[in-house]
């Protein structure tokens, strides 16, 4: 698949890297130009571009961004062509983002971008943390494998979604309409808690909806703290934090 990726923080790049890899005609873009996109983005096969020739014919568009970065590319996202599939790995944390309204009133995260954008849009990727999503894939049915959960209101999507996930090492799970993706929202029982695909399924029926954001700003001061002590902390401790806070 051609695909074009928009961002290339820590997870725009693992992703750039790995789809590569897998074997698909990726672009990457950025804020800041394609001459300032490091080199170990690029080593598995992408290329530079501007976000305008990132997603032109692209089959699928990732935005591996934090919200504030939507405003600038709505004129493309919502000009896209009505199959292309866009899928959202960004999270929303109000220490972070300037504060939505809408978010805070319960709305889920991926509902809003796809109102935003006026199209359809999938989530996934967004419950992985990043140092297990770049060094803890595996080959398909190999015991333990993580799993990432994807929604999205078009089955499509969903299957384009659950294809890319597999080839970036880690079982795919449909949760089904964007409706119920507040499950995989930063405070959940699955977010960063890097659970297989066995256990996926009792975990997004445990979620409590009116504890997340609490939850989630919990999560946020204590990885500062622990980031302040120390270089980030490795996918093991990420892990024990969230099953501790989340679970």
Do not use: C
């Not at 568009?61 to 062509?81: D, N, Q, T, W, Y």
């Not at 992985?128 to 080959?139: Q, S």
């Amino acid at each position: 698949m051609r695909i074009g990726i928009l961002g290339t923080g820590f997870m725009g790049t693992t992703l750039a890297r790995k789809l590569a890899a897998a074997g698909h005609d990726v672009t990457v873009a950025n804020s800041r130009g394609p001459e300032t996109i490091e080199g170990d983005v690029l080593e598995t096969g992408a290329r530079a571009a501007i976000a305008q020739d990132a997603v032109r014919g692209a089959d699928v568009v990732i935005l591996a961004m934090p919200h504030p970065g939507f405003e600038k590319i709505r004129p493309l996202i919502s000009a896209l062509p009505e199959e292309t599939t866009v899928i959202d790995i960004s999270n929303y944390f109000p220490g972070r983002d300037p504060v939505n309204p809408e978010l805070e009133a319960g709305k889920p995260e991926t509902v809003w971008t796809q109102e935003f954008f006026g199209r359809p849009v999938a989530k996934a990727w967004n419950a992985i943390g990043m140092v297990a999503f770049k060094n803890d894939g595996r080959p398909k049915g190999e015991p333990g494998r993580i799993a990432v959960p994807l929604a999205g209101d078009r089955a499509r999507d969903r299957e384009v979604a659950m294809t890319l996930i597999d080839e970036t090492g880690f079982d795919g799970f449909d949760t089904g309409e964007l409706a119920g993706s507040w499950r995989q929202q930063p405070g959940s029982p699955v977010y960063i808690t890097d659970l297989t695909h066995a256990e996926m399924g009792a975990a997004l029926a445990s979620a409590e909806r009116d504890r997340l954001p609490k939850r989630r700003d919990l999560s946020a001061q204590v990885f500062a703290e622990r980031v302040g002590e120390r270089a980030s902390p490795d996918a093991e401790t990420v892990r024990r934090i969230a099953r501790a806070l989340f679970m």
